[in-house]
């Protein structure tokens, strides 16, 4: 803590001229070109991410249209001098013609009446009066209302500047009466090199560290897209080190946030089926001090943009994200399947919103992501298991209907059946139907203690937790207990040697004398440990398994018989 106070870098360094707005340009020659050709629209909407430099351009146009000697630039635009009056005036922010309003805080119809009175004042010291009206969506639709009519006939020689991060919000009355800009987000490339040249200028100055290349490129990405961000965090940085060079280190751990390439990592393992790496990446953040819930709110955000890019490859435009790494994301997620981003989303997310209610938050993440990691079988299975649920019910619904087999519906329209379902008394069921129809078990919802075997496999090894999610048991028979699994992945996994002896040792706590662990998976027998991200194959795969078996259960291919129909879908 040995910097001095110095001015906020932010302030230092925004842009005086429309040269220096980075990232921008095609706005900047938009608004040169018509200042040099006298096309000024008395209204603009600058809209875009934050600290993208809405209001550094919305001052720079105040400015050029104020500046009594403008310079030409190398493209024969107009460009702000930096010399007269009025500019060195405006840079001081001491000039009387530039007002500026937030709209957050002020967004009453009463803030506008009193800007509406003003508005019809000459301008006192420039050519131009202009109003910059910051979040403008912040105001409330009786504000917009009383706006509009000031915005339809401004008086002349007043300008107005519309600055928001959200246009959506902005009614569309508004956004007709203005001439619209979109603000990019910042190439991370661009950034960068812009803090590169602050912090030799700096330097040079005196009383500031230099900064390694790549802590420089991690500020850069910490900023997504917007140099504010980018030098505030520099600004906090500089000073919250007394070394001479500020490392990556130090910046990841004041920012506390997950980098591109940490999260890029961790889903590739995810994406890769490659539990250990995941494991492995998920202990090495916690160990450098990182929260379940940072790592689960920055993952969800990631899995979100590979969504996104997955389903639009223009959907960077709501992103905003660099295009290099909208680029990679979309390569990320080429192999991939929607269902199973989406899926990918709604997981991580539900782990995040039970973390925040739980004690166990790291255990939960884990076995959150684990079984993410397991691939598109799991969301197969999940599938499964719901539509067997939904089978049984209307089984059962069938079995306590009292109705001759007259009314045995001719389509395999199941539910007008269910329905009208009522409880009737066995000596009326349906002659059709066996004695002896049951729920199926497929679920391993056998028995309490195997819940608890699955627990103290749990305390051992997250992820056999997770492999055997959806794991069938039998009772242990002279000494052996035999595991049922659906996908012959988690199988070959569990049946690691280290795997092995978590689940012999769990099991010797529960059922005591166990002598060995069997695993099987039903008709697998020659079937190979899946390629990765082969997905569609696989599914198939569980599907076709799936219907087989189901087939083969007596209550069910009476079910099918019943309704003349055959089992057309297993997911959904
Ligand atoms: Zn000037």
Redesign the pocket.
Known sequence: MTAPARQNLYRKYRPQRFAELSGQEHISRTIQSAVSSDRISHAYMFSGPRGTGKTSAARLLA??L??????IDSRGLPD?????????R?EEMNFMDIIEIDAASNNSVEDIRQMRDKVKYRPVEGKYKIYIIDEVHMLSGSAFNAFLKTLEEPPPNVLFVLATTDPQKVPATIISRCQCFDFHSVSRRTIQARLEEIVKLESAEGQFPDFAAEALAMIAECAQGGFRDALSLLDQIASSSAEPVISLDHVLNMTRRLSYSTLKEISTAIFAHDLANLVRNLNDLYFRGYEPLTIGRDMLEYMRRCMLLKIDAEANQILYLPSEQADEIKAQVTPLTTRFLIGSVTRVERALMNIRNSFQARILLESELIRLAMGEEIFATEALEKRVEQLEQKLLAVKRLGSAPAARPSTRAVSPVARSASPVSASTRPAYLPENVVPMTVVSKVGDRFTDFVNAVGTRSNICRALLVSAKFNQPEKGILTIQLEQSFAASKLKEEKNIAFLLEAAREIFGQVNSVQINVPGATTEVVPQKNNHQEQIAKIDEQARQKLLQKASIADAVEVFGGEIIDLGD
Request: hydrophobic share 20%; glycine share 0%.
């Open positions: 400015k050029i104020n500046c009594l000697n403008p310079e702000c001098c930096r010399i007269c009056s009025n500019c060195q405006i």
